[in-house]
């Protein structure tokens, strides 16, 4: 599975907490992040994770288009509620209607993250193998169409 994550100022040490009590479930994803976060959490935990621009530099945009192509199966966004900007409320609200359209699971509260984060490690959510074109899923059946 394909997973961004976001995290405001704010969240960066609570998302950090949140992926070292989940290290292990992660570890078995592709996971990028926005740039601040990515180096918290990396450093933290050793993940290998994808590091993106920093979120207001189009980090989060760069999630919203990964979005738009079904490339994400799920979000984890600790959103900064204090964060006033009208562009950060703005790109805020432009990722989460993809998620919207698109079906794409998102986290934007620690309870939330743990509840899709636990349903991703028992198999609730790989109907999303279907969806994603880069799934091993997928990239199996290009190969095997290519092939015939």
Known sequence: ??????????????????????????????????????????????????????GSHGGVQQ?????????IDLVLFFR??????SDAEKNDLDLLKLCDIHNIPVATNIATAEILVRALDRGDLDWREIVNPRSKYNQKRKRHTYNS
């Open 63 to 71: 999630i919203t288009s990964r979005i738009s192509y079904d490339e």
């Open 80 to 85: 900064d509620t204090y964060d006033i900007s």
């Open 1 to 54: 599975m394909e997973i961004a994550i976001i995290a405001g100022d704010r969240k960066k040490e609570l998302m950090t907490q949140f992926c070292i009590a989940y290290c292990g479930i992660l570890a078995n994803h592709n996971l990028c992040a926005t740039g601040t976060t990515c180096k918290y959490i990396s450093e933290a935990t050793g993940l290998h994770i994808e590091r993106l621009l920093s």
